[in-house]
């Protein structure tokens, strides 16, 4: 039998929206880099219209190709956050960890950023 890439994906994806109705839990689902095996366009919108109807909050990451950017920007539901213009590993930069710092420690994490 013969597997292409993209099912790895789909099957993960499939997983993930079956457990969560299973379970009937209120945890955000988070899936890293969920077009990483080339899910086709279609799929894609499958997947996304699947995970609309759980109900909650769902948070995907992706890499887009240049010619792929703006992809998004029809979904009036979907907030986007593109870090295209940041360097690879400084995201959270010095001139902004101290509040960074102050707002997850309201949340009761406590982090040394000395």
């Keep these: 039998m013969i ?3 993209n099912e790895g994906t789909v099957f993960y994806v499939s997983r993930t929206i079956a457990l969560s109705e299973l379970l009937h839990h209120s945890y955000p689902i988070v899936i890293d880099s969920f077009r990483a095996e080339d899910l086709s366009t279609a ?3 499958v997947v996304l219209k699947l995970l609309k109807k759980l109900g909650k909050q769902c948070i995907l ?7 792929e950017m703006g992809k998004y920007s029809k979904y009036t539901d979907i907030n986007i956050l593109d870090y295209t213009g940041h360097e690879p590993n400084k995201i959270l930069q010095s001139n ?3 509040a960074f710092v102050r ?5 009761g994490v406590q982090i040394d950023i000395k």
């Design 3 to 5: 597997y292409l890439p």
């Design 61 to 67: 990451t992706t890499t887009l190709k240049l010619e």
């Design 43 to 45: 799929k894609e919108d």
């Design 96 to 98: 902004i960890a101290e």
């Design 103 to 107: 707002i997850v420690e309201d949340m």
